[in-house]
T-cell receptor, first 114, second 116 residues
């Protein structure tokens, strides 16, 4: 089977750094994505890691260790607008050619406080 | 703005009815996926269409069906609605084969379906 685990809630102070972890179990793994979703909004893409290591995009960084089936999203210089749900998502090989299945975790609700 | 639109925004149906939800993908995106998101949960994969053919399906019964059209629009049809079908339905488009951000999906704003 397959599974993803991430913390359900995280609280952090404005200006601080927060790390959201994600562990996964799956076969045919291609990569790990992160999405942000504000209440009432649609998920928006943040990052994708297919190889081990750190990917940096502005204040956000994402890390992957394929051998540990583990990744994390790092948010620096937190702002109030970063309060949202963050989902890790595994992309894996589907059952037919050209098909890649994306499975989302249950999400981490980040609350940024002043 | 992702360039992906969905209609309607909200919909109320009764148990046993049928519903059709619509999605317009970004121009040039050859792949559309549909997701169901219950309150407080992550999006659950329903199925994916690639060049107008279903090429992947999640753990949803056959009463969930879809179509993809050449003009980058698609539909999700749900027959014999059940109370548990109440959720936010999201479509997401992407272009398989784009090398750099191959796995970036562009989500629409969703349709909130309530089944009474």
């Amino acid at each position: 089977g397959q599974s993803l685990e991430q913390p359900s809630e995280v609280t952090a102070v404005e200006g601080a750094i927060v790390q959201i972890n994600c562990t996964y179990q799956t076969s045919g793994f291609y990569g790990l994505s992160w999405y942000q979703q504000h209440d009432g909004g649609a998920p928006t893409f943040l990052s994708y890691n297919a190889l081990d290591g750190l990917e940096e995009t502005g204040r956000f960084s994402s890390f992957l260790s394929r051998s540990d089936s583990y990744g994390y999203l790092l948010l620096q210089e937190l702002q109030m607008k970063d309060s949202a749900s963050y989902f890790c998502a595994v992309t894996r090989r589907g059952n037919s050619g050209g098909y890649q299945k994306v499975t989302f975790g249950t999400g981490t609700k980040l609350q940024v406080i002043p | 703005e992702t360039g992906v639109t969905q209609s309607p925004t909200h919909l109320i149906k009764t148990r046993g009815q049928q519903v059709t939800l619509r999605c317009s993908s970004q121009s040039g995106h050859n792949t559309v996926s549909w997701y169901q998101q219950a309150l407080g949960q992550g999006p659950q994969f329903i199925f994916q269409y690639y060049r107008e053919e279903e090429n992947g399906r999640g753990n949803f019964p056959p009463r969930f069906s879809g179509l993809q059209f050449p003009n980058y629009s698609s539909e999700l049809n749900v027959n014999a609605l059940e109370l548990d079908d109440s959720a936010l339905y999201l479509c997401a488009s992407t272009s398989l084969g784009t090398s750099r951000k191959r796995n970036e999906q562009f989500f629409g704003p969703g349709t909130r379906l309530t089944v009474l």
